[in-house]
Structures are given as structure tokens and as C-alpha cells.
């Protein structure tokens, strides 16, 4: 048997960029896999075995590639995040005022939450974990992804917040601080908005419920963020 060492440079090298590219393609196939049941079923309902199924191989070779659900889970949110970000830079974009530009960030968070309401299931079970959790259950160059993910969408908040403070528009001391916070209270508020529910009380002890619209929560996203960065 040749050993790599006996081959011809080049012909070790052609042979590791196939095996790495091999490589890619199945990770991208388990991950499209994966971003369709949760489209389809949501974050419960897929199952490692389901997104094996799908991608016709045994969910042994899942694991081959992802250290574990979490990380899946994670570089699938990944995908989330980018799209989110694409969404939430043309709202940045739009033509006007401070206050017009941070209503459309909002806007295209909550429109892009509702279309696909895997994305706040998945980044909600992420952040319920602590960083040390997550260092210990994914790779560290998954973790960076995620990380990338993440820091682009808030870059872009951020951004229209700053524009907003240099414009003497906004007042706010720490304008990634605020970015963060809008982010996380803006995943429980799509929460509410998918339920659809208030709880209150009709009297001491009586709990009722009454409706919510989508549209409610939007204008109380888009009131609160423009009430804390003019505050």
C-alpha cells in the first residue's frame, strides 16, 4: 500500500482538499436537513434520527461531523442569523430619520421572527445555556460561528443606535449594552406574539386571559426600543 509519504505532493494534497470538500458537503446537507424539520415541525420535533433520515445516513455519521445536538442546533441558528441579518440591514437602510430607521430594524426583526419562528425556539434554547455550558457541549470553531452570527445582527442595531446619538437624535450611553438588551426582550416578546395570549388578573386570585395580535407586540417593540433610546 502507498503510503502519503511515497505519493507525489500534489497528489496528497488533491487528496485531502476532496476528502475536506466530501467533508463539507455532507455537513451542509445535515445542516439544510436540519433548517428544513425545523421549518416544517419546529425545534422539539427534530430529531437526530429524523435529519439522518433525511440526508440517507445513519445519524452515527451525524455525530462524525457535530459533536453533539447543541452544536447542530447552533450552526443551524447560524443560518437563521445570517438571513436575519440581511433583513435587519435593510431596514438600517431605509431613507429618514433616526427614530424611522430604528422602527424598521425593529419591523423586519419581528417580521422575520414570525416567517420563521424555529429561529426564535432555537436561539432561545441556546441562550437559556451558560457560556461554560456551551463551551463544554460545542467546538470551539462552532462557538465562533455562532459567535459571528450573533455579533452581525447586533452590529447592525448598533449601528443605527450610534448613527442616532452622533445625529443628537438618541441618548444612550452604551449603545451595544442596548442592542443586546433589544435582542433578548425581543425574543420573549415573539414568543408572546406566537401565543397570542395575556394573562391577567379579573380579580384577586382570578386569572383570565385575553388576545394579542402581532401587531400589538410590534408597536410595543418598536415604543420600548424608541423610549430607551431617547430616554
Known sequence: MTTD??????????????????????????LDATRRLFDERGVRDAQIEDIARAVGINRAIVYRHFTGKEELFALTLVGYLDELRAALATGAATDGPSAQRLT??????VDYGMAYPAFVDCAQTLMRRTGTEL???????????????????????TGVLEDGVAAGDFRVD??????????ASGLGAL????VGILVKEAAPGVPTVSSITTEQVRAHMVTSALALATA
Open 191 to 194: 414568543q408572546l406574539a406566537r
Open 135 to 157: 463551551l463544554d457541549e460545542i467546538s470551539e470553531s462552532a462557538l465562533l460561528r455562532l459567535g459571528r452570527g450573533i455579533s452581525g445582527c447586533l452590529a447592525v442595531l
Open 5 to 30: 509519504a511515497e505519493r507525489p505532493a500534489g497528489a496528497t494534497d488533491r487528496r485531502r482538499s476532496a476528502a475536506a470538500s466530501r467533508r463539507r458537503q455532507r455537513e451542509r446537507e445535515i
Open 104 to 109: 424598521a430594524v425593529v419591523s423586519a426583526f
Open 174 to 183: 452604551d449603545p451595544i449594552l442596548l442592542s443586546n438588551t433589544l435582542y
